[in-house]
């Protein structure tokens, strides 16, 4: 049914109107050398927004429909490379069209569950002593601009133990594009990793694709029997493409100028995290900038909704504060018998050094108690909350113990008296 | 096929365009004919010869001038023997055979039968001749440990109907003839056990409404004894993500003292569900001993499943909430969240162009919510039974902001309100319900001289704390000090309770009352300190046995141990009052 039409009635932002016949919801059309989908139906006209964006589009381009809505291809030729919103390669390779499949798919099942036991182990302490990444999890880092989140997601793609990385990238800084490809090519992790970047100068439309296209091929892996990571940075730019269309196809806007759909658009994406029975997992770790450190702006805020956790990303560290892991529990008991009492007692004592800090800024006198407890702030930053710490959570626990051990005395850590007995670092011999 | 040469117009996301000829009614359901699947969808609007249907579906690859085929029929579950145990979608598919089927995803364009084709042994209650209305009783059968009434459908209009046919005590299929009924008129109608109701329609078939004035125990101490809630009543639980809103919903959907829980996971995340699928079937129902999943029906529309039949699983809930309630007995229906169903309906009321009310939700969104927790309330059925469905909403306000739409409209028609708040969870003080905003309109537990007495130290206390915060320690008051340190206690060792701990978890009416007497003697006492050292040293230890006293079993050694040395101290430090 490859029709051609050259008349295009409208051309409003990234929307373009044709007067056609026998077009299906959400397919593809090439306009121009562009691909475009399929947004609305009304009679004989045909809304499309244009990937490429519709500058220089004129009314008479062709538009011709493809009859099958967006897809993107499947296969080990994947890993390594890299792709754009329209699933282009940008990396001069091939271009690949085999064993295609649909993207945004129907959701999971939620009979067929199950309830995530498998920790994701990162290196970094402070997510795998504290807040747990669990296989299937899906948990956004809370971070404003200017943070080194991207720095933390290359990490985390080098380091974490799975079989794929799957990284979407949307409205990138080039730069960081590059380091990304950089950082993954020199620590070798590039052949274990598909990225589909959109960057900031690409159009806006393209944008919106790549979380679709980065989830579709995950899932597939992970059907296959692969234990998926998928990174997508930086959803509130995904978010601000999503605004950007709705305000252009007229919808009323909700909050802030955002869509009324946001909670459903990003849920359909978060929701993609799985663990199949039987074969392999999605596990989702997202960027969301928040816009003036503000928690409750409505892309942070429905993000919080809907994930099981979030991760804060404060001057440089994970805060240990605010920052949780909701399925931390289903798998911290089975690592070491002192993960959880080491975990809780170590935050009870931050906690308690935070007030310290407070009352010396307000020139309180500092008493012997609170001299331990800065101490210990300052090993506890420098030791473990430090990002470029890079350790298995067994040594973590151990340099938790140390550092317990250098201030303080076993009875003032409150944390319970067998575990002392077996963990308390000996001083003789 | 009634409506000849119905077709697509236009589609908009979930919004399809239809042009019809002949007859069409409001929320009719219709379904799209795309390649060889069929997808579901209501009517919401008619205008002219066209109509506007929201699709429960996907809706990518329709065409304008694919087919589209009315079934004259409102949007309807099916009620019958069979509902306890299932886990359905929003529109009563039932998801475990759904993934027998399909395997690990949610197919479009696939119902299958709510009601598991079962055989069940049928009592009849009626003999040829008897003259019978809607909802009165033609036999019963053993669903569990439940007597399911097999009734005359709802829907029949007509008020008087003779028995011409009954089968004799047996066993039969849920969909085989267990009688026929003639009307007045001269109608004859066969009935199975199974028959459908209009989701969005309340069943009204009983005698009278009656005033929700038993309390609902949930076996949560704050609730009970603070913010109670009661048998027939609506209460709604607002509070921003990570405060604890859906573990308060698993405790109360664990231990409420009612005969059937329905929860209806509504646009949230599919694995709170499945952490329900996987844990009810294990735990025992301490009033049945049987396994929890018994007296339960899954609802569930997780977020990322289609936003239509979200809107419609509130309903679906709701209707099977009212048909048990039928039976002469008391539902739970939970509810989490209404604000995702708020926003589905806002989603709707965007692609309709509707002029749009307050942060774009439709106009129409209070008198939704209201009729919505209006379909509760505590009955005498015709038989004299009482009966009665309660509903406790979760609201996710956005930004934690109580002032937003859907949490104000709520506020208006529930009987109480358990606000949640970030700094409560924040400090790890659970259930995170704050005590000092939220408010109930039924009757608790405990004597309310008492309780109004406990709350004014609350209020006290509170006050006390924010003037402590500019003034110091050093210059408040001895007595100030006793009364900020009695809220402390009030609240740290009753108003707070360990969900994980065995024995505190749930809490008897009994033990509740008994506690709560022995803080009271506490909170009433007139105490001699002299300073706040010792206020310090006295309430540190009393709180320290109260917390073990709260982890022991009921009048066990151990706790009445721990309580004569909570009077003790008391008594040794007690003025002359």
Known sequence: MQKVYTKIESIVGNVITVRAQGVRYNDLAMVGKSLANVIKLDGELVSLQVFAGAQGISTTDEVRFLGYPMKVSYSENLLGRVFNGSGKPMDNGPELDENLIEIGGPSVNPAKRIIPRNMIRTGIPMIDVFNTLVESQKLPIFSVSGEPYNQLLARIAMQAEVDLIVLGGMGLKYDDYLYFKDTLKESGAMDRTIMFIHTASDPTVECTMIPDLALAVAERFALDGKK???????????????????????????????????????????????????????????????????????????????????????????????????????????????????????????????????????????????????????????????????????????????????????????????????????TEE | MKNNNAHVIGVNGNMVKVAFEGTLSKNEVGYIHVGTSRLKGEVIRVNGSEASMQVFEMTGSIAVGDEVEFSSELLSVELGPGLLTQIYDGLQNPLPDLAAQCGFFLQRGVYLDPIPSKDWEFTPVVKVGDRLRPADAVGTVMEGIFTHRIMVPFSFEDEDWTVTHIVEKGVYNVRSEVARLKSAKGVERSLTMVFSWPVKKAIKCYRERLRPD??????????????????????????????????????????????????????????????????????????????????????????????????????????????????????????????????????????????????????????????????????????????????????????????????????????????????????????????????????????????????????????????????????????????????????????????????????????????????????????????????????NQVRQSFLDLNNSAFKSEAFMALEASIRELAASKQGRA
């Open chain 1, 228 to 426: 998926v990571l998928v990174l997508l940075t930086d959803m509130t730019n995904f978010c601000d493409a999503l605004k950007e269309m709705a305000i252009t196809m007229e919808q009323v806007p909700s909050n802030r100028g955002y869509p009324g759909d946001l909670y459903s658009s990003l849920a359909s994406r978060y929701e993609k995290a799985v663990d199949f029975e039987g074969a392999g997992s999605v596990t989702i770790l997202g960027v969301t900038t928040m816009p003036g450190d503000d928690v409750t702006h409505p892309v942070p805020d429905n993000t919080g909704y809907i994930t099981e956790g979030q991760y804060y990303l404060k001057g440089g560290r994970i805060e240990p504060f605010g920052s949780l892991s909701r399925l931390k529990q289903q798998v911290n008991k089975d690592t070491r018998e002192d993960h959880r009492a080491l975990m809780d007692g170590m935050i009870k004592l931050y906690a308690a050094y935070k007030e310290s800090v407070e009352k010396k800024s307000m020139g309180f006198m500092m008493s012997e108690w609170d001299n331990k407890l800065l101490d210990y702030g300052k090993l506890f930053e420098a030791r473990l909350m430090d990002l470029s710490v890079n350790i298995p959570l067994e040594d973590a626990l151990d340099e938790g113990w140390e550092i317990l051990a250098s201030c303080f005395e076993p009875n003032e850590t409150g944390l319970k008296s067998d575990l002392i007995v077996k963990f308390w670092p000996r």
């Open chain 2, 214 to 539: 038993e309390t609902l125990v949930t076996k949560i101490r704050i609730i009970d004894t603070f913010l109670p809630i009661a048998k027939g009543g609506t209460y709604c639980v607002p509070g921003p993500f990570g405060a604890g809103k859906t573990v308060l919903q698993h405790m109360t959907s664990r231990n409420a003292d009612v005969d059937i829980v329905i929860i209806a996971a509504c646009g949230e995340r599919a694995g709170e569900v499945v952490e329900v699928l996987k844990e009810f079937p294990e735990l025992t129902d301490p009033k049945t001993g049987k396994s929890l999943m018994e007296r339960t029906i899954i609802i569930c529309n997780t977020s990322s499943m289609p936003v239509a039949a979200r809107e419609a699983s509130v309903y679906t809930a709701v209707t099977m909430a009212e048909y048990y309630r039928q039976m002469g007995l008391n539902v739970l229906l939970l509810a989490d969240s209404t604000s995702r169903w708020a926003q589905a309906m806002r989603e709707m009321s965007g692609r309709l162009e509707e002029i749009p009310g307050e942060e774009a939700f439709p106009a129409s969104l209070e008198s939704v919510i209201a009729s919505f927790y209006e379909r509760a309330g505590k009955v005498r059925l015709r038989d004299g039974k009482i009966a009665s469905v309660t509903i406790g909403g979760t609201v996710s306000p956005a930004g934690g902001n109580f002032e937003e739409p859907v949490t104000q409209a709520t506020l208006k028609v529930v009987g109480a309100f358990h606000g949640l708040s970030r700094e409560r969870s924040d400090a790890r003080k659970y259930p995170a319900i704050d005590p000092l905003s939220s408010w109930s309109k039924y009757k608790g537990i405990a004597d309310e001289k008492k309780v109004s007495y406990a709350r004014s130290i609350l209020f006290r206390g509170s006050e006390i704390n924010q003037m402590m915060k500019v003034v110091g320690e050093e210059g408040t008051s001895v007595e100030d000090y006793i009364t900020y340190q009695k809220s402390e206690l009030l609240d740290s060792v009753y108003l707070q309770q360990n969900s994980f701990d065995p024995v505190d978890s749930a809490v008897e009416v009994t033990r509740q009352l008994y506690c709560f007497d022995l803080l009271y003697s506490i909170l009433k006492a007139k105490l001699e300190l002299a300073d706040k050292k010792e206020v310090r040293a006295f309430f």
